[in-house]
Nanobody, 123 residues
Framework: QVPLVESGGGLVQAGASLRLSCYNSRSGFRGNPMGWFRQAPGEEREFVAA????????YYRDSVKGRFTISRDKAKSTVYQQMNNLKPEDTAVYYC????????????????WGQGTQVTVSS
């Protein structure tokens, strides 16, 4: 069983905000970089944001820079993604996972995925 549970998605209008949460029941991930990924219908899963193991650095795909913020509360074993000024092209299922650099992007270092949380942005 994947020890990650995503929540916080929903149906919102363009320009709205959402905050996603990812609870990690495996304490060993507290020392890992963590990432958010998303998959839109008919598309491949893609990297969205990552936070370094010591929480001092964050990384984003270009299309969400300035709108999304990744953060972590290690005491709560939870990673967050604040999403502001949402756009219809942000519509996707969002997943979190331990992450590792992969060329110019990041990939899931766990090898499996949770159930994700659906974000739908209407125009």
């Amino acid at each position: 069983q994947v020890p990650l549970v995503e929540s916080g998605g929903g149906l919102v209008q363009a320009g709205a905000s959402l905050r996603l949460s990812c609870y990690n029941s495996r304490s060993g991930f507290r020392g890992n970089p963590m990432g958010w990924f998303r998959q839109a219908p008919g598309e491949e899963r893609e990297f969205v944001a990552a936070i370094s193991s010591d929480d001092t650095n964050t990384y984003y795909r270009d299309s969400v820079k300035g709108r999304f913020t990744i953060s972590r509360d290690k005491a709560k074993s939870t990673v967050y993604q604040q999403m502001n000024n949402l756009k219809p092209e942000d519509t996707a299922v969002y997943y979190c996972a331990p992450a590792m650099p992969h060329g110019a992007t990041w990939r899931n270092s766990l090898g499996s995925w949770g159930q994700g949380t659906q974000v739908t942005v209407s125009s």
